[in-house]
């Protein structure tokens, strides 16, 4: 499945749910899912900057594709990390930067967090492609 | 008067949202406005849009009245000798901070000491210690113990002789009347008597107090008393410094310019006397035309049935939150007729899951809550948190409406574990 692919898929997935209270749910279940990560990788440095909640993402290379492992202490914002990662683990640093993220719109994700996740939200986008501009050969 | 009569005033309280009805539980960050002070501060920018205190056109004396009426009003519902005792600034952060730069530049030298309490908002707070830190001052403070209660005798130790024998050099003390995390009302007469023992003025922030408790400044004795509007039934960017007329004239302006003067030539300027010494600029004078009917607001508040009500919803929410051995609520409340008695206030946490995660899924269940370090991280801290989750009520707010908080809040839960 192509980057653009798996982004439709969880517009799909989400559009399913008419309630945001449901949508939160798929959100909680995707951060539940999410692999759990080890603690001695909670460090500073994997801190992503501009969340109230703590959330850590680890970067590594795999064949030429970038995996990323996330972790966070809200579940919530776990969900959002774990839906992140479902769309650009396992790609190329070319494939991702090259993507957009307008899916997080039609998702309607943006307008249904509060002001401080959103602006978290903004800072784990960047930190996703500042990552992958930075393992680009 | 009923719940249900008082809540009538409250336009917003009828609202919707996301389909679903308005449970407004954040009434200690900002109280919602009765229909009185909303059309006031409508008739007030229709008519009687002018600067105040200026000019000779009628528009002007108008607001002006109005302004000066507003003055009234808060120093009759605070009981303040006069009103040149009423400086109206921003907010309460604003007040505070004209305490802190005017009493700190009259009277803070190198080597003294400013108490401040350890559950204080940070605008009672880092005031202070900038205070300090540009005088070469101590910022000391008052430790509250694992109940959220103040451990006086640190304080007796700070006002009293030093180890060394020296006198202490304590200059000011700065309290919560009740704190916006913690809820209890503080026992801040016994503050001021002990400071007053030792010369020392206090400030109360009184923020939180002015809303539950029944203020007579000239009773409690407080030196400073600093409070915002907007948690006050009236309309934002409002805030009000009383300050015993002594300290005022003691000390000098903090802001400079507009008719807070008396004379002005290239090289030297003197300053208007009592309030506007203190009112640099133009006030907001729409919003302060609405203390009147904002303070008719907070005196049906303190109507006897109504009290008994609230108390009532309170004790309920605070009962409930205590039943469950998975939720830690702060701060202990004392008995009915003592000091720290819960003043509307819940701050909790839940075992096991994100405050902010809980607050998320609470709103778009229509309840309204804060969460996080709620402006006082240092007392956030002290539990041992990442940040907590606040209920704080008023008295339109409802049994039922506790009781869908706690429906809600448990569904949160179980989605969230
Ligand atoms: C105890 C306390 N002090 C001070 C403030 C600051 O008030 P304002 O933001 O209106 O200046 C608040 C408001 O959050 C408060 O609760």
């Not at chain 2, 096991?352 to 269940?365: I, N, R, T």
């Not at chain 2, 039922?400 to 569904?411: A, G, T």
Request: glycine share 8%.
């Amino acid at each position: 499945m192509t980057i653009e692919e798996k982004q439709e898929e969880l517009v799909e997935d989400f559009s399913m749910y008419d309630e945001w209270l449901d949508k939160y749910e798929y959100l909680i279940e995707l951060g539940k899912a999410l692999p759990a990560f080890p603690e001695e990788k909670k460090t500073d440095d994997r801190l992503i900057k501009g969340c109230q909640s703590r959330v850590w993402l680890d970067a590594g290379m795999d064949g030429g594709k970038i995996v990323f492992t996330a972790d966070s202490d809200a579940i919530i914002t776990r969900g959002i990390i774990a839906m992140l990662i479902s769309v650009y683990s396992g790609r190329t640093p070319e494939e991702i930067l090259t993507s957009d993220d307008a899916f997080l719109d039609r998702i309607g994700l943006r307008e249904n967090l509060s002001p401080t996740r959103q602006n978290g939200l903004l800072s784990m986008m960047r930190t996703i492609r500042d990552l992958a501009e930075s393992h680009r050969n | 008067m009923t719940v249900q009569t008082f809540r009538t005033l409250f336009p917003a309280l009828d609202g919707n949202v996301y389909g679903k009805a308005l449970v407004y539980f954040d009434n200690a960050a900002t109280s919602q406005r009765p229909a009185s002070v909303i059309d006031k501060y409508a008739r007030m920018s229709r008519e009687a849009n002018a600067n105040i205190y200026r000019a000779v056109h009628k528009l002007s004396a108008d607001a002006t009245e109005a302004y000066e009426q507003g003055r009234e009003a808060v120093r009759a519902f605070i009981g303040a000798a006069s009103r040149e005792e009423i400086i109206f600034t921003s907010g309460c952060t604003a007040a505070v901070n004209t305490v802190a730069y005017s009493f700190g530049e009259a009277f803070v030298r190198p080597g003294d000491v400013i108490v401040v309490g350890e559950a204080e908002h940070h605008s009672n707070l880092v005031p202070w210690q900038q205070l300090c830190l540009r005088k070469g001052a101590d910022l000391r403070v008052l430790p509250v113990d694992e109940e959220g209660h103040w451990q006086l005798d640190e304080l007796g130790r700070l006002l009293g002789a030093q180890p060394d024998g020296a006198a202490s050099r304590v200059k000011l003390v700065a309290v919560a009347h009740i704190s916006n995390v913690l809820g209890l009302v503080n026992p801040v007469e016994e503050v001021i008597g002990m400071a007053h023992a030792a010369g020392v003025p206090v400030l109360v922030d009184g923020a939180q107090g002015v809303v539950h408790e029944a203020v007579d400044v000239q009773a409690m004795d407080c030196d400073f008393y600093c409070f915002s509007g907007h948690k006050l039934y009236a309309a934002p960017g409002t805030g009000i410094l009383y300050g015993k007329k002594k300290w005022l004239e003691a000390m000098p302006p903090f802001l400079f310019g507009g008719e807070m003067v008396d004379t002005v030539t290239l090289e030297r300027t003197t300053f208007a006397g009592l309030p506007h010494k203190f009112e640099a600029g133009t006030g907001n004078f729409t919003a302060v035309a609405t203390f009147p009917e904002a303070m008719e607001t907070a005196r049906l508040a303190r109507d006897p049935q109504l009290l008994a009500a609230f108390d009532e919803t309170c004790r309920c929410l605070e009962d409930a939150l205590k039943a469950r051995s998975d939720i830690r609520l702060y701060g202990a409340s004392g008995d009915a007729a003592g000091p720290y008695r819960r003043a509307g206030v819940c701050s909790f946490t839940v075992d096991g899951v994100h405050h902010e995660d809980l607050a998320q899924l609470l709103d778009k269940m229509g309840v309204a809550v804060r969460s996080g370090l709620m402006c006082a991280e240092p007392v956030i801290r002290h539990f041992g948190v990442s940040g907590m989750l606040r209920a704080s009520l008023l008295p339109y707010n409802t049994l039922q409406e506790v009781e869908y908080f706690m429906q809600c809040l448990d569904k949160a839960v179980a989605m969230l574990r």
